[in-house]
């Protein structure tokens, strides 16, 4: 990855797990936003983490935790249903191959392909878990500072695995979210091509122009599907998703662009979809409903470069055979692009209005 381009292959394989730290644990003791520590600390992450704008959680925290996944106001958690339709959304699904494609959620049953479920990794440490010093290849768009990494750190593919090596690892007494790409442990740093650290309290943005440990300079977390929210029937928030070719520009809530063509019938970060009102749920089960009405009211957000029209969830080894199935039939060409401007407080801050 680099500040002009990033990767061009699809997410290869998710993974979900909660450290053994925090199963069990009741409740977390609140705590404040995190500070630079003096591991390279870079002046702008302040502006990156230090500037939260606090308001109600989400719905439900994060399992393991007594943490939102960002403030219920926050633009992951935006209600897409009314927004009007963005003047290049027939470009953009063309040039998405939305005629063709249909989607494909890129986690799931490994089917003995690999040792683990599919989906990008997720760790939730307690009170008491080391840090370590992180070497980033892109270390001016990453938060230097210790992250909470070690032996229990789940890294997406496995720690042998090629392709993007995301982790994302939760601190539940702080509310404290790092995800790090290309992540490499090492004895006693570790490395990655980059890092981002996010107050699941606050709206607070990256800086912009700066990536993330994605390439839309946005958290992974937040649009990650996860089991435990559809078999509770309730997705309250966008979901991830690729696209193999994007614009060399990024709208809002992104930060960061990462495209291959000046091209504006392409689609840029940031840019969402939702699937359309008009879209029969007839003969899809229950659970697969769940997804396809959060498509609706939530929509997907363009994330990174890969295969098009694939989504991004959690790894569990509960994620039935016939959801993954039934969202494959989902045609791309169900989807159209919606204006976001409206929802945008500030240029700054993930708050919607």
Request: hydrophobic content about 40%; overall charge positive; glycine content about 10%.
């Amino acid at each position: 990855m680099s500040s002009l381009s990033r990767r061009t292959v699809p997410a290869v394989v998710l993974a979900w797990s909660v450290a053994a730290s925090c199963l069990g644990s009741g409740s977390f003791a609140a705590a404040g936003p995190p500070t630079a520590a003096a591991d390279g600390g870079s002046p702008k992450l302040a502006a990156a983490v230090l500037l939260p704008a606090r308001s109600a959680p989400s719905s439900a925290p994060l399992p393991g935790t007594a943490c939102p996944v960002f403030p219920a106001d926050n633009v992951w958690h935006a209600d897409v249903q009314r927004l009007a339709v963005h003047p290049r959304s027939r470009q953009w699904l063309a040039a998405t191959g939305a005629g063709k494609r249909r989607l494909h959620p890129d986690f799931g049953p490994s089917y003995g392909e690999q040792s683990e479920p599919y989906g990008i990794p997720v760790t939730v440490v307690g009170a008491g878990h080391g840090a370590v010093g992180v070497d980033f290849d892109y270390a001016d768009e990453s938060d230097r500072r210790p992250y909470p990494l070690g032996d229990d750190t789940r890294i997406e593919g496995g720690r042998d695995a090629r392709g993007d090596r995301h982790a994302i690892v939760v601190d539940a007494t702080t509310c404290t979210l790092y995800e790090t790409w290309d992540t490499h442990p090492g004895s006693p740093r570790w490395s990655a091509g980059s890092g981002a650290v996010w107050d699941l309290r606050s709206n607070a943005l990256r800086p912009k122009g700066w990536t993330s440990a994605d390439a839309a300079g946005l958290p992974i977390l937040p649009g990650l599907l996860r089991w435990d929210e559809v078999a509770a029937g309730k997705v309250d928030h966008a979901i991830r998703f690729t696209a193999s070719t994007t614009s060399r520009t990024f709208v809002w809530p992104a930060r960061h662009q990462a495209g291959a063509t000046s091209d504006k019938a392409y689609p840029p970060m940031g840019a969402r979809f939702r699937l359309k009102k008009s879209f029969s749920l007839r003969g899809y089960s229950a659970q697969t409903k769940v997804v396809l009405r959060a498509m609706k009211r939530y929509g997907l957000i363009l994330a990174d470069n890969g295969s098009s029209w694939y989504f991004q969830g959690t790894a569990d080894p509960a994620w039935p055979d016939h959801l993954i199935e039934q969202l494959k039939r989902v045609p791309a060409k169900a989807f159209e692009a919606v204006n976001t401007r409206p929802l945008k407080a500030s240029a700054d801050s993930g708050r919607v209005r």
